[in-house]
């Protein structure tokens, strides 16, 4: 069984950063897609980045500039550093591990709140 673990989240006023990460049991890992999602109040779940084990990455047009993913497949992590936070950034983020359909799994969630 695959097992997601967030840390990382909390409050942080408008213009502060946040680093998010997340630990994987996984085998895996190493071989699969990792990503960080979020889900806002009344909004559907959004991909926020997610990076290959090759080390390629992708971004939401929203966090561009701003968010920075990475990954560490010999402690089996990944990690969001999120700078410039604004406050539509407030959301639960999850960890997401992708193999494939028949592997995708998600973390619990860690709640992020940008406010003054």
């Known amino acids: 069984q695959v097992q997601l673990v967030e840390s990382g989240g909390g409050l942080v006023q408008p213009g502060g950063s946040l680093r998010l990460s997340c630990s994987a049991s996984?085998?895996?890992?190493?071989?699969?897609?990792m990503g960080w999602y979020r889900q806002g109040p009344g909004k559907q779940r959004e991909l926020v980045a997610r990076?290959?084990?090759?080390?390629?990455?992708d971004y939401a047009d929203s966090v561009k500039g701003r968010f920075t993913i990475s990954r560490d497949n010999a402690k089996n992590t990944i990690s969001l550093q999120m700078n410039s936070l604004k406050p539509r950034d407030t959301a639960v983020y999850y960890c997401?591990?992708?193999?494939?359909?028949?592997?995708?799994?998600w973390g619990q969630g860690t709640q992020v709140t940008v406010s003054s």
């Open positions: 997401n591990l992708f193999r494939g359909p028949s592997y995708n799994y």
């Open positions: 996984a085998s895996i890992f190493s071989i699969s897609v």
């Open positions: 990076i290959t084990n090759g080390g390629s990455t």
